[in-house]
Structure formats: structure tokens, C-alpha cells
């Protein structure tokens, strides 16, 4: 089927009567207009309200989802303004409390496949009685609210129940994937000075077996702060003698008695530190609060998502992206977690479809990549398995073209929510999402997320629509970080999204707000690199291509080519008397993916005379990608700037060949 004929905007699904009735956002719609006497005529005018009455629509969201504290709030929010606006001031309360709520349900709570384990069930009362124990272990072992916890595990259910168990106690959770080398680790983790550490003895993915224990051993080294590791047997479950010492065994922390208490933290007590990198330096340690996170997931989980208590909601990820944290936040709403480990191409793209047949699962998310993948191979998943459970589906990690869009439609279900999304780890959810009461048209987001204040802005800082801008928000939200960790006075996080539109958060974004309330994402207007949903610092790659001795320099940007695909080139310049063969290729990629991770591989490396720079020396990023991406030269730099304007010729050129190469 020739899905290239759809093009963006063209309608492709509107939601039933029945589809809108049993939606969560009508309840929270009737809800409204039984307890506050508010009715709305469309879901325009009900985002409207929710970002003029901002502190109004979240005190509906907090006693629509009945949020219970220990100590009540005294004011809903302290002041409109950017960074520093405190929410629900006074409250008390405890996140896994709130997941323990459903404790009762006779679904189960998690559902979990590897590459290595088969399809397995863990119940609401197993995942209570396993995330008991850890915390009565980690409290033994000294940890107090405020400590800060990191794992080092892939998606699986110990690292469910290991962060459940820290946020009981108020510790603060930070988690990286397995896949993430050394280095990159260790540049986050370091930051945060961790007491504990979580490991796995190793994984599987595509079929092919890595060992962390080394990377275990190294990483012990190189926390001064860390007092004891647990290991988690995975890869060898058997094994009686590991070579990493000075461990704990999760099954012998995973032993211990004692009861499940709730630590009561305030509203925006520190719940996990998570990394978004920029452009300069080590990744941003981005704090997010225990209460901010909770009213958020229940508002986008539940009425953006449409995830209902019972559903199962899958949605793939690592540890080390965003998604793993809003995945198992459907818990919150009484829902089950389905969690894979692995890679979705192995054995083939089929393994997913699978997975959510096999599951009954009724929410499924996966990146825009993965989409596009099971289209080139034109698969046909809703024709070969029983997806009847379906109802949505999620796209996020970068746009979803509209082939894309028509793709699932036609090939998956015809009758489902097709959620494409946008946000990031920095907000820890979307600002620009899915909503059960609007209609899906090819390659754009339905709506603007409720209580997100999204605008596109000119270069004056002035809102456009039906024009493409810098996707800012103007209001606070709950779930924008608190702090980032190490940052006295705000320093870096103003410079990182307050610099260019004071009081105003500028995500990095370029976006086209339609005069229909819908949005379409045109990529990145900042050099951040952005690879499967994971923004990468280009400082984190030349710390590891620029050490190389035959490289004098490097440079790296990211861009979506004309059919919407993302290209992430090295450009490098090497010394004298270096022969550039696929030899030097293979040792620069595999320098990247052992000291940082497969996500930075380039995809192609290119040699280069010289790397454009501003005249104090200064790596010309975003004019680069703009010129790849087809932007004329005199559009994209201001050459009298340059110390070598001539070094743009190459990539003038090299815009023409992937051009006419697509």
C-alpha cells in the first residue's frame, strides 16, 4: 500500500459517541460540572480555561483524583512565575502511597518479557510485599529521606520495585540504562553523590549478551559517596560467584521483613533526578518534585493517554529515557504496567506485536522510529494478531510523519487514538499530546496539553499561528523541574531555558500551532541532538571522538531530512598524515558506543579540511544543521562572523548529495 499519498492535516480518524463516552476526560468533564458548575462547548475553550484559571484547574485535577495528604495545602500555587513558582504549599504527601492505592485490584500489576525471561505476572500484592522488603533493607542500610539512590538496571521489575521502594522513604532516584557506557554514567551519577547503587550482572539485547560487571567494578571506583551495591542476577541467575565484590544479592535484600510506610515529604520534595543534556558541559541533573510528578501523571496518564484502572499500558523504553518513568507511573491510575527488556527488532519488528497480543495490551507506545521501521518493512500487525484489546496507541521520540500516521491506521486498527506526542525528560511529560475527544489528522499532535500554556513564538517573542516558531510555555506547570541539582542560584537552569525569553520556559523546539488548536513539531531550532526521545549533549561525544590521537577535531550535529527522518553526522578533522579508512570509521563509533552509548553512534562520518567557527573559536552548530537541512548559506550564518567562512562549501555540497540521494 502506498502510504506517501496522505499528506499532513488529512483527516484520518474521529472518535465515536461510545469512544468519547467511556474517555476519562468526560468524567473529568462531568466532574467539573457537578462539583464547580463549569461546562465547555469544546476542548479549546477547556484548555483555554485551564491555563487562564491555572491554579483553579489544578485543584480540579487534585480533587478530581481524590490526592490524599497528611497535612493539607494552604495555597495551590505561590506565584506565576519562572523558575520558582511553588505548588500546593504545605501538603504533605507520598507517591507510592499513591500507587498502593489500588493494592485491592485483582489485575495484575506489572507484565514483564525479555529477550531472556518469558511473559510473566507479578500481583498487587507481591509488588507490595517486594518494594516492603527493599525499603526496609535500604532503611537498614542507613538511607533517609533526601539520600540519593542511582540503578544502573535495564527494564525490569526490580528496578520498578527498587525506585517504588525509595520514594516510600523519600529517597531520590536516579536511574541509567545498562547500554549507557562507563563514561556517561559516570557523568551523571557522580553529580548526585549516591549512597546506593542498584546493578544488574548483565543483559541481553539483540540476541547478544553483555556483561556489566566490569562496568560495575569501575563505577564503584568512581563514587566516593556510594556505602553499598545490590546486585541484581539477571543474565546469570545461577551464578553462585560473581567477579564484582563487595556486593549485596537482591535476593537476600529482597528478604527482609517489615512493614510498608509512606515517609510524608512536602509537595515538592525531590522524587528523581533524571538528564537532559545541552550543547556545553556535563548533562543537566534535572530535579523533579514528588507531588508535581503525581498531579501531572494523573492528568496526562489519565485524560491525555486515556489510561483507565485495569487497562494495560506498555510503552517501550530503557531506564534511561523518560518514557520508562511515565510507564510505570500508569500505576497511579490502577493500571498494569507492561515492561519489555530487549531490542524490537529481535528476533524481528514483530516482537512488540507480540508482546501486546500476548498481553491484552490496551495502550501502546513506542517511539516515531520504531513506526517508521515496522512500515518500511510493511508489516501488517492488526491483520496477523489479535490486538482487540487496543485502544491507543502512542508515538513520542521525535514527529511521526504522516505516512507514519496513515501506517497504523491501516495496518494496526482503524479504530483507535493515535497519541502523538511532544515534551521531553526536562518536563517529564507532553506538552503537546493526544485527547480521546478530537479527531487525528496525519502528522500533527491533536491538541495542546490541559494546564500547558504552549505558544510558538517569533524571533520577537511575539505568539504565531499557523507559522512556525519557538514552542515556548508562559505559565508554570507542576511538573517542570524544580531545581537542577549543583546549580547554585539557578544559574544553568535560567541559561539553559530562561536566557532567551526571560520568565519564559523555551524548550528548543520549533513548532506550527494550527488555527484548529493542533500542532506540528519541525524539528529542533536549538544544536541539542535529540535520538530516540534522548536529548545528547555534542559536548559528550567530543569529549570521546576529540581524545582519539588521529582526530584534531570534531563536529556533530542532528536534522530531519525532507521525509522526516532523523540523520545524525560526524564530521571530523584528522591529523597530519592519517589515512581516513572504514578502520579509523569502526574505532571512532565503537569509542562512542563503549564510552557513552549506541544512541550516539553517528550514522555516517564524514572528513573534513576544517570545522566552521565563529570567530572566537566557537563550533558552528546550528548553522551547520541548518544547511544540511537545506537552509541557504546567506539564511543560515552571518559569514563576516567566521574565522573560515570557505569550510561551509563541503556541507553546501553535502546537502545537495542527501538531497538528491532521497
Known amino acids: 500500500m502506498d502510504f506517501t499519498k496522505v499528506t499532513e492535516g488529512d483527516l484520518l480518524w474521529e472518535p465515536s459517541d461510545e469512544f468519547k463516552g467511556e474517555a476519562s476526560i468526560t468524567q473529568f468533564l462531568q466532574f467539573l460540572l457537578n462539583n464547580k458548575k463549569l461546562s465547555f462547548d469544546s476542548y479549546d475553550d477547556l484548555w483555554k480555561w485551564s491555563v487562564t484559571n491555572l491554579e483553579d484547574f489544578w485543584v480540579s485535577i487534585w480533587e478530581f483524583n481524590r490526592i490524599q495528604t497528611s497535612q493539607p495545602y494552604c495555597q495551590a500555587l505561590s506565584e506565576r512565575k519562572m523558575p520558582g513558582a511553588k505548588w500546593f504549599v504545605g501538603a504533605k504527601l507520598n507517591y507510592a502511597e499513591h500507587v498502593f492505592r489500588w493494592a485491592k485490584l485483582e489485575t495484575p500489576a506489572l507484565k514483564f518479557q525479555s529477550e531472556i525471561r518469558p511473559l510473566t505476572e507479578i500481583s498487587w500484592s507481591e509488588l507490595s510485599q517486594k518494594v516492603s522488603s527493599v525499603a526496609t533493607a535500604l532503611r537498614n542500610m542507613g538511607v533517609k529521606c533526601g539520600d540519593r539512590v542511582v540503578a544502573y538496571l535495564p527494564n525490569i521489575p526490580e528496578t520498578i520495585i527498587a525506585f517504588l521502594a525509595c520514594a516510600s522513604i523519600g529517597a531520590v532516584w536516579s536511574s541509567c540504562s545498562p547500554d549507557f557506557g562507563f563514561r556517561s554514567v559516570t557523568d551523571r551519577f557522580r553529580q548526585i ?30 563514587l566516593p559517596t556510594l556505602k553499598h551495591t545490590i546486585l541484581v542476577p539477571y543474565l546469570y541467575p545461577s551464578n553462585a560467584s560473581y567477579e564484582v565484590t563487595n556486593v549485596l544479592m537482591w535476593d537476600d535484600v529482597a528478604k527482609e521483613t517489615g512493614p510498608l510506610t509512606y515517609e510524608q515529604v512536602d509537595f515538592n520534595h525531590p522524587m528523581w533526578i533524571v538528564y537532559s543534556s545541552g550543547t556545553t558541559g556535563l548533562p543537566k541533573p534535572l530535579v523533579h518534585s514528588q507531588g508535581g510528578i503525581l498531579i501531572e501523571f494523573l492528568k496526562f496518564t489519565g485524560l491525555h493517554v486515556d489510561v483507565r484502572p485495569r487497562d494495560s499500558f506498555f510503552w517501550f523504553s530503557t531506564t534511561g529515557w523518560v518514557m520508562w518513568n511515565i510507564m510505570q507511573g500508569g500505576l497511579l491510575l ?3 504496567s507492561v515492561l519489555y527488556d530487549g531490542s524490537p527488532g529481535y528476533p524481528d519488528m514483530n516482537v512488540l506485536w507480540d508482546l501486546a497480543e500476548k498481553a491484552r495490551v490496551t495502550a501502546f507506545g513506542a517511539s516515531a522510529a520504531f513506526i517508521m521501521g515496522c ?22 521520540g521525535s514527529p511521526l510523519s504522516p505516512a507514519g500516521f496513515k501506517w497504523v491506521y ?38 495542546r496539553c490541559l494546564g500547558v500554556k504552549a505558544e510558538a513564538y517569533d524571533e520577537n517573542g511575539h505568539p504565531v499561528v499557523d507559522e512556525v516558531g519557538e514552542l515556548v510555555i508562559t505559565e508554570p506547570m507542576p511538573s517542570l523541574p524544580i531545581y537542577l541539582w549543583n546549580d547554585p542560584e539557578n544559574k544553568r537552569y535560567i541559561e539553559s531555558y530562561f536566557e532567551v525569553f526571560p520568565g519564559v520556559w523555551r524548550h528548543g523546539d520549533w513548532v506550527k500551532i494550527t488555527s484548529r488548536g493542533s ?29 582519539l590521537p588521529e582526530i584534531s577535531e570534531s563536529l556533530i550535529v542532528g536534522f530531519e531530512n525532507s521525509k522526516g527522518k532523523y540523520i545524525m553526522p560526524l564530521f571530523v ?9 572504514d578502520a579509523l570509521k569502526d574505532k571512532i563509533r565503537n569509542a562512542i558506543r563503549n564510552a557513552l552509548s549506541p544512541r550516539h553512534v553517528p550514522d555516517e562520518i564524514y572528513a573534513v579540511l576544517s570545522i566552521p567557527k565563529t570567530l572566537n573559536s566557537k563550533r558552528l552548530e546550528v548553522p551547520v544543521k541548518k544547511i544540511l537541512s537545506g537552509t541557504p ?20 555540497e553535502l546537502a545537495t548529495r542527501l538531497n538528491n540521494a532521497l
Open 410 to 447: 491501516d495496518s494496526v486498527k482503524d479504530d483507535l487514538l493515535l497519541g502523538s506526542v511532544s515534551g521531553g525528560t526536562d518536563p517529564c511529560t507532553g506538552f503537546l499530546g493526544s485527547c480521546p475527544l478530537l479527531p487525528v489528522r496525519a502528522g500533527e499532535l491533536q491538541c
Open 519 to 547: 500542532a506540528v513539531i519541525a524539528g529542533r531550532s536549538d544544536s541539542t541532538l535529540k535520538r530516540m526521545g534522548v536529548r545528547m549533549g555534542s559536548s559528550e561525544i567530543y569529549g570521546v571522538v576529540d581524545e
Open 573 to 581: 578533522v584528522l591529523k597530519e598524515g592519517v589515512d581516513f579508512s
Open 633 to 652: 548559506i546567506e539564511k543560515a550564518v552571518n559569514v563576516d562572523s567566521m574565522m573560515n567562512p570557505e569550510s561551509l562549501k563541503f556541507f553546501q
Open 193 to 222: 553523590e549516591p549512597k546506593i547503587l542498584f546493578a544488574v550482572d548483565g543483559y541481553q539485547y539483540g540476541g547478544k549478551k553483555f556483561d556489566c560487571q566490569r562496568t560495575i567494578a569501575t563505577l564503584q571506583g568512581s
Open 375 to 396: 512500515m518500511s518493512q510493511k508489516l501488517t500487525p492488526g491483520k496477523t494478531r489479535d490486538l482487540s484489546a487496543l485502544r491507543v496507541v502512542g508515538s513520542t
Open 334 to 336: 490502577g493500571s498494569t
